[in-house]
């Protein structure tokens, strides 16, 4: 035995196959670059597989979905329409889970904005009042609508620990009862779940309102809130980047015990960032009834609040990663509207977020299957 | 008049608190074993409708429960092999099965909408009992699904705190490195709670769409999936307070029904969306009370509620 020989396996005890886990020491390169179209491949692939199970045709479904979202001028226009609110609540959403805070209540915050929002347009500013002061006086209380249901968990989580995942996801439920009661009740148009239109100047300006001045634009109904949404995903990345701010906040999140050693006042900070987080969401709100519908209806978001959550966590909690992830989601909304079954859009999510986790985790650590 | 109306309450919130009962006691063992499972909500959709859909298609709304069940032992499988195996986050894992099982039952379930009349499960008076004045009506009066739910609770309760496998259980949510020493398997107990929590409500949603509201209707769990997650919490990890819990839930989903009469509510009946915000916020101020208690009493969620098991870390 004087050949070098290869180490033996240490002598089993079992002989069962198993599966383990064992951390990668380093990631080769080739696979952080190809990681993500690997992974949305692989679950474009398994989506197919449930499709085909459901009696659908996958390909045609696919084929179908990527024309209509991203095939035409139009299809741009109807995906940037989804995106926008997509980008805001995800950013919103994402705030909150920087710091381990599983805010699942994006939907509910939005609904309460828009209702905040709403409820300024309808009520509070005179009609005559100039666009820029009505825009301006809904943003603030679609933010305001938001951040309140933001608060109010945050405020049980800092007090009295309360774990804020169900309560957020509670207040969806309650922020939607809410709604219905204003638009079947006070504010309701002839009794129809509904409020009457907003006057024009609460209506955001869309790119075909300016087709006299460049006849391209004409037919491109999607608004300038995506400039909002550009906008604000630009703050938060340079407050994550370059401020003290976003630093604890980012500190809290992999150690709390290490952020109250270093003096970081943990409820206040929950409360505020809880509060952030839902104003965002409200602020997707209110784009989404002064931009798209012009009043407050039900069911005016396919669960936006939702998607976000996907969203921010596909995109690593990274603002401009958001927008990107943000096209992909609403172009997968604008697709299914075209398609039926309804719920395919859903479906899809699930299991995009799922390859994705699994596959984030296969890339980390390294199955060995072991006898 | 009075008594008879509070007896209509209570018996309809036994009712309609079964299903509820089951996926909270599906949980309780999920996370006993230190698996948060936030996918309940999936997880009883795809159970209500596949028992629906197999009732209907096989005659027999028996299979339509066992389907039920399997379905939510997959699913639940599923979750286990992200967070047990692959140690993905299990808040993110949860949310995923969720999002899946509420799109997977929507597109499946799309035919059975129109399906009407799905054989359910049948109604059983218990002969005798259910004749005493008051308590007849309010506990032996019920779908057979129902007393399945009364003996689920004493014998879930027995298991966790008074057999060995309970005693296992509990360790490997509260300090798995011990319990592997001690020769206790954690990743297969683990796995066996996970499937077992996700079975329980897979039943829990049967017994929605075949018995308790007997129809399919996408997303028709309503968010009771969630409330059963928030009286985990509120139950202490108890199957008994659980139960409580499940069936004060059941009465309070019942109150809008009940109160719709009132004239109050016959003048005004846009106020009727502030009695169906009730069960959402209860949810809200059981959890409040219950993390109060805990705090109190220092009795907690199991302490290794979240983490994943790594033999080779230290860790508690």
Redesign the interface.
Known sequence: MSVQSPPQPPPQTSTRTRLRLERRMEQPRWLNILAPFILIIAALLVGALLLSLTGSDPWLIYRRMASVAYGSKYGWSDTTIKATPLILASLGVSIAFRMRLWNIGAEGQLYMGAFLATGVALNVVPPESPMWLMLLTMGVAGFIGGAIWGFIPGLLKAKLNVNEIITTLMLNYVAILWNNYFIYGPWSERGFGLTPQFPRNAWMPRFTDYATAVPALRGVTAHFGIFLAFFLAIVLWVVWRWTKWGFEVSIIGDNPQAARYAGINLSRKIMVVMALSGGLAGLAGMVEVSGVVHRLQERFSPGYGFTAIIVAWLAKLNPLAIIVVSYLFAGLLVGADEIQPAGIAQLLQGVILFVVVGGDMMLRYRLRVTH | MEVAMLVNLLAAGIRSGTPLLFATIGEIFAERSGVLN?GVE?MMLMGAMTAYGVSHATGNPWLGLLAGIIVGGFMAL?HA??TV?????Q???G??????????????G?PLVEVRNAPKLPAFPIPGLSQIPVVGPILFDHNIIVYIGFLLIPVAWFYIYRTRPGLNLRAVGEYPAAADTLGINVTRLRYYYVILGGMLAGLGGAALSLAITPLWI?GMT??QG??A??LV?FAGWDPLRGAMGAYLFGAIRRLPLDMQNISFFLQHP??G??M??LP??F??IV??IG??EA?RRRVGAPAALGVPY?REERGA
């Open positions: 936030l999936g599923l092999f992200m195996t692959l140690r993905a986050d808040v993110v894992s949310l995923a099965l969720t999002f899946l099982g509420m799109g997977l039952s929507a597109v499946l799309a996408e309503a968010g969630w409330i997650v928030g919490i846009t106020y969306y502030f169906n915000m959402y916020l949810t809200i959890l409040v993390s109060r705090l790594v």
